[in-house]
């Protein structure tokens, strides 16, 4: 180029910052003036100008060459001027692409009584230490997840504090505030993490692409961990990653950031209950803790083993020395007020939970809010489909949002493949407390009502399929909330799991009803559940259902109810309670009868005459054999009945109560006939609980008349259905039978093993004193038998006592009688045997 020289004329005039100087001067423009036309700060382009830049970014360049007027060779002088700055910079300072200064440190103090948690600080550091040391591997990044106060913080932190060594060129640390509602930009943070790096703010690029670039290119070659706590989503997190090996990230975050790239996700639970009262105890003091022991779990239960919660409870203790520990656990008892209680200072669980309800949107706080005060133990996703009136879809994403906030946790994954959820208890508290600011009592009515008729039409399908005969009372009219066909054939694939399963959903969904003023969803929803709870023997959970339904029914005038809860109350009652409705019972079953009657439900009727029938039975057996002959009447009524209206599977019932009536009374020729029409009935209905129970009673008949092979034969029968019924109750009664049949045929190593069987199957939920009383004089008899007198007295005498508590007098006088037999085989002597027998009486 004609007159130019073969040198740019910058080189001679001391550089781009007197080259800048120059223009700026040539326009002449101040340096507030020239900053102001380019867009930058004054203090750049004093920086800029005394040579104190060694990277100016391309884009401060172009804006400058154009406040600047620059066009031609010119600019391209002047940018070439930048760029050799950088080069020479980058001479100077080696390989090296990072300024000088000492490595950063800035993460938070570690937690003095950090408790718990080896397992997983171990899988942190082997993560992050792992990836640490091989090149060129990738950057490891380590998410850990969990709800607010699980300690995700202190866990980050206590880790990132023993890999200093690992990481010798610094640790970055920044809370992104991704729980709260303005968290920090990445372009921020980029900002701050690079002035961290040595870097002078007037080098920090204004565009977040170049910031992400330099950051990068400043952490090259280096080993530097950087901890990014309390992340908002992957997006934040992002821009923040290094890019090459050596370094490593570890993020917490509220929210499980599964969408981040090659990260190693790592869920953080509450701590165990051990580890929970020994931070208490860090906090407290270990001989507070020691002093109070049970008050000290107390408290770590209700936080719920929360860190957040146990911390709080401890810090206020910790303030109070005067305090016993079973004052705060007395406080906290309340769940009313305990997120009240659960705060100090400027630690509070219930501001920690908000910062996640928050951050929902308005149709996830509405599920979280009614899903809370539903109050269910561990639930399925469908749930929320009829709670919030929406598609089942719809509810499955909806529950799996509020999963990933952390604000239901993931309880167990059923037989069918399909997750279920619970809150934990703190959630669940402040869940209640939002619903109650929010919700109207008629918002809350309504989902009550949508989420009883789901719970209705699955239990009503639910019990249809059990391999058995409904013993529904009658039905009404409450509506029900269908679910689609194929979940419905995947949740009732086996329905007795699932009644088992849901059984304290279902119990919660009849009160739930019942005290919303739904009682006709109430009784039907109860009346479904009689064939599992009668398979099972859950005759606490039948009664108190019964005894809920009744109570709103009879406020709410509901008489088909009050009549289906009358004939239910007692039905299934273990003989011994029975004593109790001894005198009222017949009259709540007359009066159900009677209701039935004006109603013309002829089903109903036929049902609460059998009930009645049944329970007059089992009090005959045991308390007061004159009602037997009542049994007999009633049941016939009831068979009578059945047969006009042509309901084949309560003949089935009818028959079976008036044959095993009969059998009781003495009187073979009549329970023969009876039994064996109801077999036939049941085989030709498939019905195989009625079958089991039939053949059982048959097998009693054969016993009776001494035809003990044939009694044995019945017996395997009943109990191979049984078995496949998996009625834990019928195998163990069956089983008890049957080693008496063995014991009395000789068989006794066999007679051994059916009663020890008998025993353990028995379920131990199951309230019914007059079994073991059963099984004590089968086990005496054996006894006598093998020639072990003093135990067999042992069993008599427990028996006898069992008897006694039951007011079984006739089987009472016949343990006592079995008693004495077996002292005086024992040789005890007279005056010792009558002295044993009087004291049991």
Not at 50 to 75: C, K, M, Q, S, V
Not at 178 to 204: K, N, Q, T, Y
Not at 224 to 253: H, I, K, M
Request: aromatic share 6%.
């Amino acid at each position: 180029m004609p007159g130019r020289s073969s040198q740019p004329a910058w080189t001679t005039k001391g550089g781009f910052g007197a080259l800048l100087r120059a223009h700026r001067r040539r326009l002449p423009l101040t340096q507030e003036q020239l900053a102001g036309r380019a867009g930058l700060s004054e203090r750049t382009l004093r920086n800029l100008e005394g040579d104190r830049i060694h990277r100016p970014y391309p884009d401060t360049i172009r804006r400058l060459a154009d406040a600047l007027n620059l066009t031609g060779e010119e600019r391209q002088d002047f940018e070439v001027a930048a760029r050799q700055i950088t080069v020479d910079a980058s001479s100077a300072s080696g390989s090296r692409s990072d300024p000088p200064g000492s490595p950063p440190c800035q993460l938070p103090p570690d937690v003095a009584d950090f408790t718990g948690r080896s397992d997983q600080v171990a899988l942190v550091r082997e993560l992050l230490c792992g990836t640490a040391a091989v090149r060129p591997a990738p950057v490891v990044v380590s998410a850990v997840a969990g709800k607010a106060g699980v300690g995700k913080t202190a866990l980050a932190i206590h880790v990132a504090h023993q890999l200093r060594e690992v990481f010798p060129d610094g640790q970055l640390y920044v809370n992104l505030h991704g729980a709260e509602p303005h968290p920090l930009e990445a372009a921020a943070v980029l900002a701050r993490f690079l002035r961290s790096l040595g870097l002078d703010g007037a080098m920090i690029p204004v565009d977040q692409d170049e910031r992400e670039a330099l950051y990068r290119a400043c952490l090259a070659d280096r080993r530097v961990l950087v901890v990014l706590d309390n992340a908002a989503s992957e997006a934040q997190v992002r821009p923040l990653l290094p890019g090459t090996s050596g370094c490593a990230v570890l993020v917490t975050s509220r929210a499980r950031l599964v969408g981040l790239e090659g990260a190693r996700l790592l869920n953080l639970e509450v701590l165990q209950t051990g580890q929970a009262v020994e931070l208490l105890a860090r906090i407290v003091g270990a001989g507070r803790v020691a002093a109070e022991p049970d008050a000290a779990a107390a408290i770590a239960e209700y936080c719920g083993h929360l860190p957040l919660a146990v911390r709080i409870a401890g810090a206020r203790l910790a303030a109070r020395p005067h305090w016993p520990l079973g004052q705060l656990a007395s406080l906290l008892a309340d769940e009313r007020g305990r997120l009240d209680e659960l705060a100090a200072g400027d630690l509070e669980v219930r501001a920690s939970l908000a910062l996640s309800y928050e951050a929902l949107s308005a149709e996830q706080q509405r599920a979280f809010r009614l899903l809370g005060v539903l109050d269910l133990g561990d639930f399925p996703a469908w749930v929320a489909g009829p709670l919030l009136g929406i598609s089942h879809q719809q509810a499955e994403g909806l529950v799996e949002q509020l999963a990933d906030a952390q604000l239901l946790d993931l309880a167990a994954v059923d037989p069918t493949g399909a997750a279920r959820y619970r809150f934990h208890d703190l959630v669940g508290i402040y869940a209640k407390e939002r619903a109650t600011a929010y919700d109207s009592a008629e918002t809350w009515r309504a989902a009550v009502g949508r989420v009883t008729a789901g719970w209705l039409a699955l239990a009503e399908q639910a019990d249809a399929r059990l391999p058995g005969v409904s013993d529904v009372i009658t039905t009404g009219s409450a509506v029900r909330w269908l679910l689609p066909p194929d979940l419905v054939d995947q949740l009732l694939a086996d329905p007795l799991a699932w009644f088992e399963m849901e059984r304290t959903n279902l119990v919660a969904a009849v009160e739930a009803a019942a005290g919303n003023g739904l009682e006709e969803a109430a009784w039907e929803l109860a009346g479904c559940l009689t064939s599992f709870f009668l398979m099972r023997s859950y005759w606490l959970a039948w009664d108190h259902v019964q005894e809920v339904v009744l109570a709103a029914c009879r406020q709410a005038g509901n008489r088909r109810g009050e009549a289906a809860a009358l004939t239910a109350i007692g039905y299934a009652m273990s003989a011994e309670r029975l004593r109790a409705h001894l005198d009222n019972g017949e009259a709540m079953r007359s009066r159900a009868i009677q209701i039935f009657r004006d109603l013309g439900d002829q089903r109903g009727e036929a049902k609460a005459l059998h009930a009645l029938a049944e329970v007059l039975k089992r009090i005959g057996i045991f308390q007061a054999p004159a009602t037997l002959q009542a049994t007999v009447d009633y049941a016939t009524q009831s068979l009578h009945l059945a047969r006009i209206i042509g309901d084949a599977s309560l003949q089935v019932d009818a028959l079976v109560t008036l044959g095993s009536a009969y059998r009781y009374l003495g009187q073979p020729a009549r329970a023969t006939p009876a039994l064996e029409e109801a077999l036939e009935l049941a085989l030709s209905l498939d019905l195989r609980h009625s079958q089991a129970f039939v053949l059982w009673h048959l097998a009693m008949l054969a016993r009776d008349s001494g035809r003990l092979d044939a009694a044995g034969g019945l017996l395997e029968q009943s109990l191979d259905l049984v078995r496949e019924l998996q009625d834990r109750r019928g195998q163990a009664q069956l089983l008890l039978d049957f080693g008496q049949v063995r014991t009395d045929e000789g068989r006794l190593e066999e007679a051994d093993d059916l009663l020890a069987a008998a025993l353990a199957a028995w379920p131990t939920h199951t309230e019914d004193y007059s079994f073991r009383a059963k099984a004590l004089d089968a086990l005496g008899r054996l006894r006598c038998r093998q020639g072990r007198y003093d135990q067999a007295a042992d069993h008599f005498a427990e028996a006898a006592s069992r008897w006694g508590d039951l007011s079984a007098d006739a089987a009472r006088d016949e343990s006592l009688e079995a008693l004495a037999d077996a002292l005086a085989a024992a040789g005890c002597s007279q005056e010792a045997r009558r002295g044993r027998v009087s004291q049991e009486r």
